[in-house]
């Protein structure tokens, strides 16, 4: 679990699941364009606790199923919970590495969502995916370019929670803003038909003004772990982050949101 900086367990869940509502009308949108992709077997590759893989069980109906894969045991076992709980048919879940993806030519479409700007080794990561898309086959990503993050009026702890992550990615040898990024590395596998589009969630109340300080919680242990801030500082920042999120006159976004789709060559 060290390549993925943000805290994993029941609150890592958590955190997803507050993600999930935040950028959840942008995902369905992105999903909704490339409705006719989504049939037979599909993927959700680093699927956290099943939120998307749920979304694409709804398009799929009677078409097909989807698998959602992810790092995290708990993520895997409180989505299938959820599927019992719901009575969806069409999915199932499993722990699975992305790294270790050997599928051929097997799905129909696959999806990732913020999940290669963690990874060491992303480049390595599409060639296994467009290994395993069929020929023809549709992935769609979406994934962060994190220093497009913006408040109003200025923080400085937003700042830092902001660049300390970026810091935190980068000594993992991962890149938290692979966003801008996407499009080389895509054609660099062989995929065709590239297209990309940006979308930026902004938020005044509710659950979006939480991202930055629950993030900032959950990066804290690797911070530590990492040398890069003190619990002093992490403490502070979060403290500061509570009290900017609460003034009902202060604005944050999310990072900059890169929704990329790719085909692979028949």
Not at 73 to 86: F, G, K, T
């Amino acid at each position: 679990m060290k390549e993925y900086a943000i805290h994993g367990g029941k609150k890592g869940n958590e955190r997803l699941a507050i993600l999930s509502r935040t950028v959840g009308a942008t995902t369905s949108k992105f999903l909704d364009q490339y409705q006719p992709a989504l049939s037979g077997q599909c993927l959700d590759l680093g699927c956290g606790g099943g939120n998307v893989t749920f979304e694409i069980a709804k398009r799929l109906k009677d078409k097909g199923e989807v698998y959602g894969l992810d790092v995290d045991p708990v993520n895997i076992s409180l989505a299938q919970e959820a599927a019992r709980d719901q009575g969806v048919k069409n999915v199932s879940f499993d722990r699975f590495d992305a790294h270790a993806l050997a599928d051929i030519d097997s799905y129909q479409a696959i999806y990732a969502r913020f999940l290669l700007s963690h990874l060491h080794q992303p480049a390595q990561v599409l060639t296994n995916i467009i290994r395993a898309l069929v020929p023809g086959g549709r992935l769609l990503v979406e994934d962060t370019d994190f220093s497009g993050h913006f408040c109003y009026p200025a923080c400085k702890a937003f700042d830092t929670y902001v660049q300390l992550f970026q810091n935190l990615l980068h000594t993992r040898k991962a890149n938290a803003n692979i966003g801008q990024s996407l499009y080389q590395l895509l054609h660099q596998a062989g995929f065709a038909d590239i297209s990309v589009q940006v979308v930026q969630p902004v938020h005044t109340v509710q659950e979006g003004k939480l991202m930055a300080e629950i993030t900032m919680e959950g990066i804290s242990g690797a911070l530590l772990e990492e040398g890069l801030a003190s619990q002093e500082m992490i403490s502070q920042t979060v403290a500061e982050l509570k009290a900017f999120r609460a003034d009902e006159k202060t604005l944050m976004s999310l990072p900059r949101i890169f929704q990329v789709s790719a085909v692979k060559p028949k």
